[in-house]
């Protein structure tokens, strides 16, 4: 990685192929050489190399006895599962649902369209009202709104009576 | 990578030869559960995620084309297992008081026992891995503790080169702040 020097890059160099090694060496010659004169610069590379020495020293933690067991148990439930014999039903959602899942979203639709207008049959209506038309006491009441509306607000009607 | 698993080992257990798929786990599973531990801070969870890439790594042998090297494959099922695991059952930042407590405990009684140093260590190694997300946690695990190089963290992270570095750098920035603040430095 080539670098410009200036203390704000070299300190995020610092941070990170500086510290890791990951300078190529002219590069790791230019940072030492401002190292050297720039005491701020130095002072946060001591403490960087401080901040990541105990996960560098990190001792590893050894495996529990019981991981592999647990392991051998869940494959061997795993291989009887997939080796239960199913039946041809079975076998054919399974293919559907799992090798096809557009077809099985639109078949998921399907069903559902069909069970709501199952649904809708069985929902009992009025008498004599064919399908669609709202019945005759809701018109009536929406009509008489719109009658009292026209009446408050008549604006310019008074006006229009005079210039007339 | 250096001490990778054999081809020949891995077409055995592909052929469903368990003995050599047990062989393949007690060569791996020290680096599995050692950056899971890291990743999740909890034994009982780097348990869980080991189990969990062991039989992941099984189910898709047969897709193992043999591109990137073994120990690549299982580093990246493994850190995807644990940060997805964090991301899931996380809510890491309100668990971070509990944990500080839970790892004091396990730093007494767990499989961390030992020498009062070593206890020390992992205590400030746990607060340190506290501070940080999931994904610069990741970074800092296979970097400091693995020892692997930024071609091979962006390699098993699938992220580019540069977003290994600045990853790193603020994941140390956020560390070195920590140090001035509990006046550690």
Known sequence: ?164 | MENDISRELIIKARNGDMKAFEEIYHLASGFVYNVALRIARRHAEAEDITQEVFIKMYSALNQFSFRSSCKTWLYRITTNTAISRCRKFGRERDLAAKYKDHLEIEAQEGPSAGPVEAKENEKIIGDMLAKLDEDQRACMVLREMEGLSYDEIADILNIPLNTVRSRLHRARETLLEFARKEKTL
């Open chain 1, 1 to 164: 990685m080539k670098i410009n020097m200036d203390c704000k890059q070299i300190r995020q160099i610092l941070a990170s192929d500086y510290l890791d090694n990951e300078l190529d060496p002219t590069s790791r010659n230019q940072v030492d050489r401002h190292l050297e004169k720039c005491p701020a610069c130095r002072k946060m590379s001591e403490h960087l190399a401080a901040i990541v020495l105990p996960l560098r020293r990190t001792q590893k933690q050894k495996v529990p006895p019981g991981v592999w067991s647990r392991i051998q148990t869940e494959l061997r439930r795993q291989k009887a599962h997939a080796a239960r014999p199913r039946t041809a039903f079975q076998t054919t959602l399974l293919e559907v649902f799992l090798m096809r899942p557009a077809f099985a979203a639109v078949a998921a639709a399907v069903i559902l369209i069909l069970i709501s207008a199952a649904f809708y049959m069985q929902t009992p209506r009025p008498a004599g009202a064919p399908d669609g038309v709202t019945s005759a006491p809701d018109l009536s009441s929406l009509t008489g709104n719109v009658e009292i509306r026209e009446q408050n607000t008549g604006f310019g009607s008074g006006i229009e009576q005079l210039l007339l």
